[in-house]
């Protein structure tokens, strides 16, 4: 795995084909082995664990479990479209740090921001969206989509 300049002066990781297929079976079990991943891409284990801890610290990947917001008592999801005045950067910082949001996007279309909530109920989608999100001063409307159902939602996707 080499290094060269980023786009800010920093370095940003660049992916050979070990460190590609590394990520590959990372993305089939986060749980596997260095040892198994080693065998794979015929690395040692403290090679594989090495360049691991620079993908992670390069910012390529993260390690994470992936939960079931149903069975950890989140029984209500949406994606919340959002219309803007002004910079949107600085609102999609103070939207990111909100507790009950986990993902949000500068887009591109309809809306200036997506962003995705995670909350116990109902009750506290509409307190999340009245009382945090649209009490922003330039926050100007918001489209809720809650969702009834997901039917894929995969991390799997390569590399290339």
Known sequence: MNARSGKNGGNAVVLDDVSKAIIEELQQ?????????????????????????????????????????????????????????????????????????????????????????????DEALLEVLSTKIRAIESVVSTETFMYLKLKKQTYSWGVR
């Open 29 to 121: 079990d986060g749980r596997r082995s260095y040892a198994a991943i080693g065998k794979v891409v015929g690395l040692s284990e403290a090679a594989v664990r090495q360049r691991v801890q620079r993908l992670i610290e390069g910012g390529v990947m993260q390690v994470v479990a992936v939960t079931d917001p149903l069975e950890l008592g989140f029984a209500c999801q949406a994606m919340i479209g959002i219309r803007v005045r002004g910079e949107l950067e600085p609102i999609a910082d103070k939207i990111a740090a909100l507790e009950e949001v986990d993902y949000v996007v500068i887009t591109a279309g309809s809306y200036d921001l997506l962003v995705e909530v995670v909350c116990e109920s």
